[in-house]
């Protein structure tokens, strides 16, 4: 997988798209693979994404749904706060 400074992992497009079409999809890919902190268990970053809009965690072994490409989204956190 090609990878640039600028583009991420947006840059096995090559030329194609534009810049700024390759670096959202550079971040939306980042910010997918990383791990978040698990809810349930709040020790370790432990929470993985397993598809889209469900995540696993790998110490608790819990499922929960959330976002796409982050496991809170911010409907869900105003909901939270009303």
Do not use: D, H, N
Request: net charge positive; with cysteine.
């Amino acid at each position: 997988m090609a990878k640039t400074k600028k583009v991420l992992s947006g840059g096995r497009f090559g030329v194609r798209y534009g810049k700024k079409i390759r670096q959202r999809v550079g971040k939306i890919e980042q910010s997918s693979r990383a791990k978040f902190e698990c809810p349930f268990c709040c020790t370790q970053k432990k929470l993985k994404r397993g598809a889209a809009g469900i995540w696993e965690c790998s110490k608790c072994g819990i499922k929960l749904a959330g976002g796409a490409y982050s496991p809170s989204t911010t409907s869900s956190k105003i909901m939270k706060k009303s």
